[in-house]
């Protein structure tokens, strides 16, 4: 509650807003105050049934998961603030209020926590390990309890990376349209644009300018001839279903003049009749759009029915292709306007940033484990199922074609930032018992039913949340609650399984 109000509040101060379609990510940072608080409790209530004190059993417990907490919070609130290096706006604002939020927890867990429980009673009885957590933990010990298994289960994990790794990159980037990629295909909305675009031309419009650079240019018939040229070569190249220009505006009007005899739908070849024809041109309020007022420039609009990715880069690709082969001093044309000349732009900048973000959050992560747990195994031992999720999660997008725009880029973004939690908590808990002596079976076990107890406990509770966003009228904000969900299943077992395993390969017992 105190890291919601505060974050809330900041957000509030610093102007920002909350983009609806992103509020599943302040459900996944509200989660990770929960995270840490369990990992305490759970520490404090075991300490103080073997100690019975009640203040030794908190300064104890805080005094082992201060620096795995403080580098877990870090870890959330840098990864998240590496969003930022993005070039889109909502990115960066929601890097800034996010790791404000991830930053308020530090306060709410590391210092409230403690005088809370100073404040409460000890726990009465020492609670018991459920059978199904028992059964669940029993099965997680298996695959680090023989050599073999632990063999397997690394050849199975390099075999998983590598194979996920290679259909991730299979993800496609702004493949639906907007309105099928938020809103369920039956909303009227995508019900009246698929209307729209089977019985007229298409709602979807590519904007080039001609622009001459001098006064009146525009009207020139070199300039309107190349324009038609370029028209003529964007319906034939790209499938443009039709064109609308200010060349073809004036051979309308040149039909017109002559009994809308189609012979006579051609170009003047007379500069006193385009003079005309746009003088009558620019008594219409409707056909200003056709030209600037000072005629230097001139839009160029292209309609298509449907798009992808795929087609936004060919239609971008031939009109530049064009623009190269028939550079002329009369005229230039600048790319790109519209709803699909936006859109290019925006999923160029998403394709970039998504991996981009990627990168800077693992380098990010990576430093942080190796300063604060001085050691390169630690990484090591980390990163693996660190990737192993966010690779499958990739893989998931793809085969259930849930679209990599800029909505869903921070949702997908943020999860390798605060996934590693897990396994910060996982491995501490491991390297202390290992440090009391325990060997690395028995630290391995009773690290899973005590702090993977407290893993399952929040990956669980945190999904048992998400269901509810399953039921969401917006088709995004349902998928996104699947995507966080399956990120927070494999971020989770990922962790159970596999740090374990290369635990007891790579470190020693003391």
């Given amino acids: 509650i105190l890291s919601g109000v505060w974050a809330i509040g900041c957000t509030k101060i610093l102007g920002f807003e909350l983009d609806p379609l992103l509020l599943v990510v302040p459900v996944l940072l509200s989660a990770r105050a929960l995270s840490h608080s369990v990992q305490i409790m759970e520490t404090y209530c075991e300490l103080f049934f073997k100690t019975k004190d009640k203040y030794q059993s908190i300064l104890k417990s805080f005094s082992e998961l201060y620096t795995p907490a403080l580098l877990s919070i870090l870890t959330d609130g840098l990864g998240i603030l590496t969003i930022g290096v993005s070039g889109i706006p909502l990115m960066w604002k929601l890097a800034i209020y996010s790791s404000l939020w991830i930053g308020s927890i530090f306060l709410g867990v590391l210092t409230l926590s403690p005088v809370m429980l100073l404040l409460f009673g000890p726990p009465k009885a020492e609670r018991k390990i459920s059978y199904f957590y028992e059964r669940f933990s029993s099965f997680h010990t298996i695959f680090s309890r023989k050599k073999l298994y632990t063999f397997l289960t690394l050849i199975f994990l390099i075999i998983a990376l590598i194979t996920s790794g290679i259909m991730g990159r299979k993800l496609k980037v702004g493949n639906v349209m907007p309105g099928h990629a938020i809103l369920k295909s039956d909303h009227p909305y995508n019900v009246a644009m698929d209307k729209v675009n089977s019985y007229f031309y298409g709602a979807n419009q590519f904007v080039v300018i001609a622009d001459t650079g001098r006064e009146g240019g525009i009207k020139e018939i070199e300039v309107l001839q190349k324009i038609e040229e370029f028209e003529r070569f964007m319906v034939e190249e790209t499938g443009a279903t039709a064109s609308l220009s200010l060349s073809m505006a004036v051979k309308l009007i040149m039909k017109i003049f002559h009994e809308n005899d189609p012979n006579w739908e051609v170009l003047p070849y007379k500069a006193r009749d385009v003079g005309a024809i746009t003088y009558t041109l620019s008594g219409g309020r409707e056909m200003q759009r056709l030209f600037s007022e000072d005629f230097k420039s001139s839009p160029i609009t292209f309609f298509y029915k449907t798009f992808s990715n795929e087609k936004l880069k060919e239609i971008v690709k031939k009109a530049q292709e064009f623009i190269d082969k028939n550079k002329d001093e009369k005229v230039s044309f600048k790319l790109a306007g519209g709803l699909l000349g936006v859109l290019y732009a ?7 940033s998504y991996w981009l973000i990627l990168e800077v959050v693992l380098l990010t992560v990576g430093v942080l484990v190796v300063v604060f747990m001085r050691s390169f195994k630690s990484l090591i031992i980390l990163l693996p199922s660190l990737l192993l999720s966010q690779f499958l999660s990739e893989v998931f997008m793809y085969l259930t074609k849930i679209d990599m725009n800029i909505n869903s880029l921070p949702v997908a973004a943020v999860g390798i930032g605060v996934g590693i939690d897990y396994g910060i908590y996982l491995l501490s ?36 949340g998400l269901v509810f966003w399953f039921f969401s009228p917006m088709k995004f904000t349902a998928e996104m609650a699947l995507l966080l969900t399956i990120l927070m299943i494999l971020n989770m077992d990922g962790t159970l399984i596999f740090v374990p395993v290369i635990s007891k390969v790579l470190l020693k017992e003391r």
């Fill in 346 to 352: 925006v999923n160029d900048e998403v394709e970039r």
């Fill in 429 to 464: 808990r491991i390297e202390s018992l290992l440090e009391s002596g325990l060997s690395k079976d028995e630290a391995v076990k009773t690290a899973l039913m005590t702090t993977g107890k407290a893993i399952f406990f929040t990956a669980s509770t945190m999904v048992a």
